[in-house]
Each structure stands twice: as C-alpha cells, then as structure tokens.
C-alpha cells in the first residue's frame, strides 16, 4: 500500500523535515529497518535526522541501511525495551518534533509534512499521528482507539459494541482532523517539550501499554492528542515479536495490569482488584495453547 497522504492535506514546508528527529528502536526487524528509513528519506534532499537505537539484534538488519549524513546507530548493550529504547537516546534529539515509529513502518516525506502542519498549527497538541494500515491496505485494530479502562477492556475481550470499546476501526473514520484520546504507538509524532516533561516513557511498562500510559499522562497534563485521518501509514506489524510470541504475550497482559493500577485504580473497590488480577492472567493462561499453536 502507498504511504503517506491519500487526500490533499496542508503540507509543512520541505525544510520543515530538519525540525524532526526520528527514532526508530530496532531488535531483529530484518529488512523491514531498511525499508522504514529510506521510507522517510524519499527522494528529497532535505531529510529528518533518524537516530536507530538497536537492541543487541542478531540479525543483519544494521547491514541493510542506507547510506545517509543524518544517520546515527546506539547500540544498547542488550534488549532494553522499546520505551527505554527511546528513553535512552532522548538527550540527543534537539529538535523541536520527535518521531518515533516502528521499523516495520512505512511513512512517506509528504505524509510526515502533513503531521508536522498539523501539530505546528495546534500549540495545545503534543502528539499527532495518522492511521495504521497493514499490507493489505486494511486499517490495523487500534488505528484508532480510546483510553483503557476496566469497562472498555471488559467490552473489549468480550466482542462487545453495546458499550464502550478501546478500538474504534470498526467505526467511520473521522472527515477531518481532530482531537482523539488515543492513537497507534506505532507511528507517533510528538512535541519534544511535553515528552521531555512527561520524562519520557516509563521504564516500568516492559513492552506494549508504554504509550497509552503516555498518551494518558499527556492529556492529564492538559496537552491534546489529534488525528490526520487522511495520512496513511503502512504496518506489517509484529516483524520483531514473532521470534519471542509467548514473551510478548506475557509482557501485553502485564502492561495492561500495571495500566490499570496506575490509571484506574479510582474506579474499581478494593475487593475487585484481585477480580481484575485473576482475570488477566486466567486470560493469558487461555492465550498461551493459542500462542504456541500459531507459532508452529
């Protein structure tokens, strides 16, 4: 599928690139990390610095990037994480604009103007993104998306529509920009500012749920969060988690718990805490014959 803009948008101007830096974490993403940098380079001159953290991967991934003057390479001793990933190289981005995106995404120069239009234009939003599309051109589960929250995550598992829902693809699209509670982690462009002063991700999430706790934190903060319906990124998705899927199953449930307690602990009594504990786990005990199916 084509990635960037599928309809006229407002665009930055091209010089506006050099006011973002792009962070892409890398572990194992094969030829994928290749394709994202020289996804976002195009055919411009004018190119947004990229800085790869890499998490001791074993593969050749380094091997394939392309050849570019805005291209630094951190080499994390072992597999930090993805928050921590970013974490540890925030001191090097000066910029104004923080990028972080997935190696297996796929965002076009003209798709990243439109983001950086849009957030210039809004002072009050620290976070912008597009929608999430796979391979196939079908709009990703959490391309769109609300804040969890025990109702929400109950409706979720479930296959609930009666009530409130964390994922929102299975709804019309929005016409136009707009402020939304939550986008995909995948591809986000954030006002280097307000991460600074959220102190970044935290390093208590071990992977998945760090950047809806962001997203969270931000609009506690008082900041807003917006969506460019019209800018479309491309995402294989889980190119780095296929190697380790009962980890990453496992890390899911307990970033959704540590979510929880961090965020919703007003709206639950004392006793149904556990409830929610035996739930998630009993959830992920069913999930694992699943997993390990799948991995065959």
């Not at 990390?33 to 890499?54: E, H, M, Q, S, T």
């Not at 707009?178 to 982690?185: D, F, K, L, N």
């Not at 999430?205 to 460019?228: N, Q, T």
Request: net charge positive; glycine share 8%; hydrophobic share 45%.
């Amino acid at each position: 599928m084509e990635h960037g803009l599928t309809t006229e948008q407002p665009q930055a101007p091209a010089s506006a690139l050099a006011q973002v830096t792009a962070v892409i974490v890398n572990y194992n993403s094969g030829p994928w990390l290749a394709r994202c940098v020289r996804a976002l380079k195009g055919k411009g001159a004018r190119v947004p610095r990229v800085i790869v953290v890499d998490n001791a991967s074993d593969d050749d991934s380094l091997e394939n990037l392309p050849v570019m003057p805005e291209l630094d390479i951190v080499r994390s001793p072992g597999n930090v994480g993805f928050g921590r990933g970013v974490n540890l190289v925030l001191d090097r981005v000066n910029t104004p604009y923080l990028l972080i995106i997935n190696p297996d995404c796929l965002l076009a120069p003209e798709g990243l103007l439109a983001l950086v239009a849009d957030i210039d234009q809004h002072t009050n939003a620290a976070l912008v993104s597009g929608r999430i599309y796979d391979m196939s051109g079908n709009e990703q589960r959490g391309s769109r998306r609300q804040l969890p929250g025990p109702r929400r995550v109950l409706n979720e598992v479930l296959r609930f529509r009666m009530g409130p829902v964390i994922d929102l693809t299975h709804l019309p699209a929005p016409a136009h920009p707009g402020e939304v509670e939550a986008v995909s982690g995948a591809c986000m462009l954030l006002r280097t500012e307000a991460f600074v002063k959220m102190g970044g991700f935290d390093p208590g999430f071990p992977m998945h749920f760090e950047d809806l706790d962001l997203m969270a934190r931000l609009l506690a903060g008082g900041w807003k969060i917006r969506l460019v319906p019209d800018v479309a990124i491309s995402h294989a998705g889980g190119i780095s988690s296929r190697r380790r899927p009962v980890q990453v199953m496992i890390s899911k449930h307990r970033g959704l718990w540590r979510y929880l307690n961090k965020h919703c602990r007003d709206r639950w009594p004392i006793w149904v805490r556990p409830l929610w504990w035996l739930g998630i786990w009993l959830h992920a005990t069913l999930m694992m014959p699943v997993v390990l199916w799948r991995r065959r």
